[in-house]
T-cell receptor
Framework: GAGVSQSPRYKVTKRGQDVALRCDPI?????LYWYRQALGQGPEFLTY????????KSGLPNDRFSAERPEGSISTLTIQRTEQRDSAMYRCASSLRQHPSTNEKLFFGSGTQLSVL | AQSVTQLDSQVPVFEEAPVELRCNYS??????LFWYVQYPNQGLQLLLKYLSGSTLVESINGFEAEFNKSQTSFHLRKPSVHISDTAEYFC????????????FGKGTRLSVIA
């Protein structure tokens, strides 16, 4: 596609439910990143993939959070047993070159706004 | 680990006035520096970056930033802002050698007033 696409744009869920957030990166982009952005804060790194391999998941807050990219393209971020503190904007980004790269340019999607009631 | 500090959360400025958005970073190793911009209802976009060479880098829409190693700063400036520059601006840093991804500051919301 022309840009990074994320769905849904908005997600409202009840506490305790599981949610799955989808990211469709720019075609041909090797690396895919997940960030979380709370209101009034900058994006906070969660995890990233090179192709289908998850390279770094040190930013995932706890074991309720997981991500996959099984075919090296679309990625899903799953949050199990959601809590109110999980409410945030979840942003996906992709880059053409494999991370780490000296010329890294990230292309961000518009994000999924998650609200846990 | 590196960190980024953007001291100003909001900066209001009149149209055609100059603006400076401050960014300071902390890192024990050499870094690359970036400014990303987020227009309303859009994703973040790369505005400019410092990798090496000249410490002054420019964007296509008139912004510039200067890497100052001694002050560990990478402030963003524009001599004359437009209404269309209204957006949120994020400073980011990554290590030159290592696998750490981009670390972002909290952002500065620039509001240009007609």
């Amino acid at each position: 596609g022309a840009g990074v696409s994320q769905s849904p744009r908005y997600k409202v869920t009840k506490r305790g439910q599981d949610v799955a957030l989808r990211c469709d990166p720019i075609s041909g982009h090797v690396s895919l990143y997940w960030y979380r952005q709370a209101l009034g804060q900058g994006p906070e790194f969660l995890t990233y993939f090179n192709y289908e391999a998850q390279q770094d998941k040190s930013g995932l807050p706890n074991d309720r959070f997981s991500a996959e990219r099984p075919e090296g393209s679309i990625s899903t971020l799953t949050i199990q047993r959601t809590e109110q503190r999980d409410s945030a904007m979840y942003r996906c980004a992709s880059s053409l070159r494999q991370h780490p790269s000296t010329n890294e340019k990230l292309f961000f999607g518009s994000g999924t706004q998650l609200s846990v009631l | 680990a590196q960190s980024v500090t953007q001291l100003d959360s909001q900066v209001p400025v009149f149209e055609e006035a100059p603006v400076e958005l401050r960014c300071n970073y902390s890192s024990s190793v050499s870094v690359y520096l970036f400014w990303y911009v987020q227009y309303p209802n859009q994703g973040l976009q790369l505005l400019l970056k410092y990798l090496s060479g000249s410490t002054l880098v420019e964007s296509i829409n008139g912004f510039e930033a200067e890497f100052n190693k001694s002050q560990t700063s990478f402030h963003l400036r524009k001599p004359s802002v437009h209404i269309s520059d209204t957006a949120e601006y994020f400073c980011a840093v990554s290590e030159r050698s290592g696998n750490t991804p981009l670390v972002f500051g909290k952002g500065t919301r620039l509001s240009v007033i007609a």
